[in-house]
């Protein structure tokens, strides 16, 4: 993924990623990327965990902005099935620029 | 189906749900290393952003060819899917990974539903109607293919359709 990523980023325009293999990020080197330690087929989460599939889109949008030096990998804090996404403080407009 | 193909989607089960199984496939697969600098460009604010997705989960329309899942080196195509109805009509190849849960909610490999949220918020300025799907299993011959030629086309398509932003998911 962070092969086609790179290209996209090479035509100018922007790009965030969600890596669940930070082995594979390391090595490919996009430009920006969050992790999460969480299984194959659920970089978003669980299904109908609508409140968890937003934290993580916001995340990875917030890292848009958020990283300066090209390569970064975030690792984002949510540890699977175990979070409350209730108490969860998403970015504000301004982090989002 | 054939054996490699049953042997493939058995192993993606056991590795879904037993993380430790997916250590061992990380750690025997040589994921491709990048020299030279990293690309960049400035992100526009989001509120005045048209964002895509781009994914390697496979998912794509029912209508259009599969994904090839007989290359061990995977298939480096891609197909384009227009978001406003791939989940009325959606379908995934990918033999790499347990999709029940996708099945049940797409969301969680292409997140469209937060995403428009997002835009009748006001926080996202537009999401594009037209995305980029492809098979993320990609290796050995297939990786110059990817790389010089779809994920190209791809870029220059979403640059054409004027997007400012990409998320990329995998699977």
């Not at chain 2, 090839?68 to 009325?88: A, I, K, Q, V």
């Not at chain 2, 428009?116 to 037209?130: H, M, P, W």
């Not at chain 2, 398509?157 to 990329?168: E, M």
Request: net charge neutral; charged share 25%.
């Amino acid at each position: 993924m962070g092969l086609i990523q790179r290209e996209i980023e090479r035509a100018g325009i922007a790009t965030i990623g969600i890596s669940i293999v930070r082995e594979f990020t390391e090595k490919v080197q996009p430009p920006r990327t969050v992790f999460l330690r969480w299984p194959f087929g659920h970089p978003l989460g669980e299904p109908g965990n609508s409140a968890q599939q937003r934290a993580v889109v916001l995340e990875a949008l917030r890292a848009l902005y958020q990283i300066e030096e090209p390569g970064t990998i975030i690792d984002l804090p949510f540890r699977w099935r175990r979070e409350k996404y209730a108490d969860y403080l998403p970015p504000t407009a301004a982090d989002l620029e | 189906m054939d054996v490699t193909r049953f042997k493939n989607r058995t192993l993606a089960r056991l590795a879904t749900r037993f993380p430790r199984l997916a250590q061992r496939f990380i750690d025997g697969y040589q994921a491709q290393e990048s020299a030279g600098s990293i690309p960049w460009a400035v992100p526009k604010p989001l509120r005045q952003a048209k964002l895509a997705l781009v994914t390697t989960s496979g998912i794509h329309h029912q209508r259009q060819a599969p994904f090839d899942m007989n290359d061990s080196d995977g298939d480096p195509s891609y197909r384009t899917l227009n978001g406003e109805e791939l989940f009325d009509d959606f379908q995934i190849t990918h033999d790499y990974y347990d999709h029940t849960d996708a099945r049940k909610d797409p969301n969680i490999i292409f997140p469209l539903g937060p995403l428009r949220e997002l835009v009748s918020e006001g926080l996202l300025g537009r999401l594009a109607q037209t995305h980029y799907a492809f098979m993320g299993h990609i290796d050995g011959r297939h990786i110059p293919t990817l790389v010089e030629k779809t994920a190209r086309e791809v870029a220059a398509k979403l640059k054409a359709d004027q997007v400012d932003l990409v998320l990329l998911t995998p699977a």
